[in-house]
């Protein structure tokens, strides 16, 4: 049995179509249905929803052998346990330093203000700002980022944006990008030897999907 880990909505959503072409196709959709463990049209193949920020911890524990998670929660996780080979180019987002719109963020950087810092991204904010040689007071939040500086919990957030519809409809703006973010497919690193043929032949499949939509596009 192949156990692949998805969480619901765009991550479930943008990889579709790259399990349909190793024919991989769910049996149920996880946003009607309230399953947790939905089978495949492959016998050998089920698919467990879980959160975004989980998917990493099912695999590196073997509960799952493949799970698709965002470059953002890999980074929070660590990556231990895990073979990450394949770049699937979706959930394409940034991961930047925001703040209110009459915050003056390069006059607090050069002034070496001790800036608070709301985020779910601890991690990836930490290393950010250590690089950068800035004392900052992180605040772990897990959701609604943006409205951290608008109540005074912190000056800044660091977030993941995409449109920017979110940061304007706050009255917030990017003032530094930390990174970019896409999903990656990831393998716990036992299955591939003990399920190598089975594995290997999703790899490869997924693996031409991804390079045939680049080609397309
Ligand atoms: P959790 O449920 O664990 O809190 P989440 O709410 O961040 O996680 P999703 O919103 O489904 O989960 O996001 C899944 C992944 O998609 C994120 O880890 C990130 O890599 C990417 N992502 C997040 N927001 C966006 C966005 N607005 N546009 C594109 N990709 C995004
Ligand atoms: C993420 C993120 C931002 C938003 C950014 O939240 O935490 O709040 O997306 O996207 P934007 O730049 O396109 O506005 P969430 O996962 O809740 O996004 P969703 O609203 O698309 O579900």
Redesign the pocket.
């Known amino acids: 049995m192949i156990t692949i880990a998805l969480s619901k ?2 991550i479930f959503e943008e990889t579709l179509p790259l399990l349909a072409a190793a024919g991989i196709v769910p049996a149920e959709d996880p946003e009607s249905s309230r399953k947790l463990i939905i089978g495949t049209s492959r016998p050998d193949t089920r698919i467990i929803i879980v959160r975004a920020s989980d998917v990493p911890t099912y695999v590196q524990y073997g509960a799952a052998d493949l799970g698709v998670a965002g470059k953002d929660v890999l980074v929070e996780h660590g990556g231990e346990g895990l073979y990450q080979p394949l770049d699937l180019e979706i959930a394409r ?1 940034r991961m930047m330093v925001a703040v209110r719109g009459d915050f003056d963020y390069a006059g607090a950087v050069q002034s070496g203000a001790r800036l608070r810092v709301a985020t779910k991204y601890v991690q990836t904010a930490r290393e950010h700002f250590a690089a950068k040689r800035m004392h900052v007071d992180l605040i772990k939040l897990y ?4 409205l951290a500086p608008l109540v005074g919990l912190a000056e800044a957030i660091v ?9 304007r ?1 706050n009255g917030l703006v990017p003032v530094e990008e930390i990174d970019a973010i896409s999903a990656r497919l990831i393998v716990n690193q036992a299955a591939l030897k003990l399920k190598h043929a089975e594995l290997q032949g999703i790899l490869d499949t997924v693996r031409a999907a991804v390079a045939g939509r680049r080609g397309a596009s």
């Open positions: 909505g765009r987002c959701g609604s980022m943006e977030d993941v944006v995409s449109s920017g519809n979110t940061l409809a």
